[in-house]
Each structure stands twice: as structure tokens, then as C-alpha cells.
């Protein structure tokens, strides 16, 4: 037996459980908000053309309203300054989309600290535990965040002081950008950095290493918890947008059970 046809027994059987990791898209998904003078990129809704009516009575499908950076989506390197040059959406070779990937835990102390920031102490620590963090793999940072989707007010969970969510730190986000062999930096926040990354010297250190690096990023996902530390494979597919710094994705991860 090949080993496409042992992948597909496997998911048949059920011993490879396909996990999806992306959160549903509507009108309620949460979407960032900026402060003046910076544009919003608009929510997600959809335009009936038709519904099996005078307007085409054996059909029904819309229009769809959509940002690239809605919901569960990719980040493109062109995406940021410090990449401006580098690949849109469309050009992300085939190859990348599918790779192994790890879950880098710290629900537990973004429990008690909303602004927790992941470390590169915490990068370490975890290779002790589970070896090296994978080449041309995903970074996975779970943080319970996905537990707040449904809600545009807790998701963003912003005060006058602006958002408060957990992400990267400085250090931490140069690492994994100039140290790290993944490909990419995957989350559960609406955007790959922290909620107080506007603060932050550089601004967005995520944005501004990672996608600098030529590297990626996923945001929105969900259901990291049910992914182990490693061993799993991610497939991203984002619609190859001709000139698109991202696109909502369909992500899902493969896991042996």
C-alpha cells in the first residue's frame, strides 16, 4: 500500500483524526478594530443573488463582502512594510501549505494575565521537553483564547487603555524569525500579535520580524487543545489572491490517534 492510500485508510479508520482549526465565518466573526486615523477592514456578510426564485429558480448562491484578514486566515510576507516586496498570497509555493507543526501551551498563565506575552525562555523550555521545534514547520502558540470567538467584545476584550490579549514578545518574535526553522507562527488572536503591540519597540514585532523573514502567519484558529505538543500535520489553504497580502483559510490539522 502507497502511502496516499495508507493516509486515507488511516483517516477512513479513524486513526488519523482530521482536526479543523478554523472558526466559522459570519457576520458575527470578530474582526480587529484600529483607532483614528487607520481603516477597518469591513465584516464578513453575504449577498443573495439568488434562491431558487425568479432570479434563477433551480439555484442559490451570493456575493460575499469579505477583508483578507477575516476570521481564520493566512498572513502573506507582502502583507507588512518590512516584507513589501516579498510574496502575496498567491505566490506562497504549494509545498508550504502542508507541514508539520507544534503547540507551544500557555493557557495557563494567559488565565491570569491577559497581556501574557510568550518568551524565549519559553521557546527553550519547551525543546527541552519536546525537541527541537520542527524545519519548515508551524508554531502553534495555544492560549484558551479560542474559548472567547463567539464574542467580538471579549475577543478583542479592549478598556480605555486599548486591547488586552496575549502574543509574542519583541524577543521572542525575532527569535522565531531569525533563529527558529519554522515557516510560520500560528495563533488563536485576531492577529498575530499581542492586543498591546502598538506599544511595543518595533510596533507588531510579529508582523515585522516573522513576515520580514519571508515567514507566515495564521490567526483565528481554534481547537489547538485538541492537537498534541507534536506530530501533527497543518494544511492551510488560502485562496491564491493575485496580489492579496492574505486570505481567509481553511486550516486543518491531521493527527495520529
Keep these: 500500500m502507497g502511502v496516499l492510500s495508507e ?8 486513526t488519523i483524526e482530521v482536526v479543523d482549526l478554523t472558526a466559522p465565518l459570519s457576520s458575527e466573526t470578530p474582526i480587529l478594530k484600529l483607532p483614528p486615523p487607520f481603516a477597518d477592514t469591513i465584516t464578513f456578510g453575504l449577498e443573495e ?4 426564485d425568479d432570479r434563477g429558480p ?6 460575499i463582502h469579505t477583508g483578507e484578514h477575516t ?17 502575496d498570497v498567491s505566490q506562497i509555493r504549494p509545498q508550504r501549505l502542508v507541514a508539520p507543526a507544534v503547540v507551544v501551551d ?23 521537553s519536546h525537541g527541537p521545534l520542527p524545519a519548515g514547520g508551524w508554531l502553534l502558540l495555544r492560549t484558551g483564547w479560542d474559548a472567547r470567538s463567539a464574542d467580538q467584545q471579549a475577543f478583542l476584550n479592549a478598556d480605555e487603555t486599548g486591547p488586552h490579549t496575549p502574543g509574542i514578545s519583541v524577543e521572542a518574535a525575532r527569535w522565531l524569525a531569525e533563529e527558529a526553522p519554522v515557516i510560520g507562527v500560528g495563533v488563536e488572536t485576531v492577529g498575530t500579535d499581542a492586543g498591546a503591540a502598538h506599544s511595543f519597540d518595533p510596533p507588531f514585532p510579529c508582523h515585522s520580524f516573522v513576515l520580514g523573514a519571508g ?4 490567526t483565528q484558529l481554534q481547537n489547538l487543545r485538541l492537537l498534541p505538543p507534536t506530530g501533527a500535520v497543518v494544511i492551510a489553504a488560502p485562496l491564491p489572491i493575485v496580489g492579496g497580502s492574505g486570505s481567509p483559510t481553511r486550516v486543518l490539522a491531521l493527527v495520529e490517534r
Design 7 to 14: 493516509l486515507v485508510s488511516g483517516i477512513s479508520a479513524g
Design 215 to 218: 515567514k507566515y502567519g495564521l
Design 58 to 63: 433551480a439555484w442559490y448562491w451570493n456575493n
Design 106 to 128: 500557555v493557557s495557563d498563565r494567559v488565565a491570569s494575565d491577559h497581556d501574557y506575552l510568550l518568551t524565549v525562555d519559553d521557546l527553550r523550555d519547551w525543546e527541552r
Design 71 to 87: 476570521g481564520t486566515h493566512l498572513d502573506a510576507p507582502i502583507h507588512w512594510v518590512t516584507a513589501k516586496d516579498g510574496d
Design 49 to 52: 443573488i439568488s434562491r431558487y
